[in-house]
């Protein structure tokens, strides 16, 4: 059992928490992630390692409240228990040699990309973040992103708050204007980078995206977290969850993301049919 230590709402529909896990926050590294269950008959699901302190034997989660599961681990409180907490699984980011490096990050996305900012700030490269939300009511990790960026850009859809657009908008600015990265990592919507992709190639910059799909048991076991990377099979519990962005296919993967939407608001509805019952 794995005990919670601190939660923080973020904002209306994402969540932090701190978990006691020692072993885990022993070994753990900016863009690798655990599989938890809620409880010891829940479905496993896969959250990124937010952040971790070795000395004090904690993980950091951040994640969104979308279905069944993640509106059951919402409900739990400090103090409470969870019954699994596997990891750290996947490969870390790959963050050495990088002298100045853009990182993107869309909504929830800016969760992992936040512990990859930071390890690049750490090693001493210029980090510029350029972060995208629908609204400023959904904007999380801001004053986290001023503290390891050299540069910061807030994007939101409807112009709530820092600038109006895409998070593309900004990034085709700096190329047009000269600038010129190691890298571009980039973390959120599967359609938001693939256009981030494109953005970066006419100026042949290396990106970098994080895949997160549909996953069970992290191992490269059960084969639902495939994806094609250079016309191959690839897994990204094990080979990723990083991959070259020229490499992927988007098309496939956001077919393949929405599978199991319609599944997945049958649970959400579900568990707020049980939790008014609970209530009343």
Known sequence: MYKILNKKPLNPTVTMMDIYAPLV???????????LRVDSDGERI?????GFNREQGTVKIIFQIVGGTTMRLNQKAEGDYISDFAGPLGCATKTEGLKKVCI???????????????KLKEQGAEVHSIIGFRSKELLILEDEFKACSHKLTVMTDDGSYGRQGVVTAPLKEA???????????????LIMMKFVVETAKPYNIPATVSMNPIMIDGTGMCGGCRLTVGGKTKFACVDGPDFNGYEVDFNEAIAR????????????????NLFKKEAN
């Open 175 to 189: 190329l047009e204007g000269g600038e010129r990265y190691d890298e571009i990592i980039t973390i959120g919507p």
């Open 257 to 272: 993301s929405s599978m199991y939407a319609e599944f997945e608001k049958r649970e959400r509805e579900a568990c707020c």
């Open 46 to 50: 896969p959250l990124t390692v937010a």
């Open 104 to 118: 993107v990050g869309g909504g929830v996305g800016c969760a992992i990309a936040l512990p990859v900012a930071q």
């Open 25 to 35: 926050a022993k070994k753990a590294r900016a863009g690798q992630f655990v599989i």
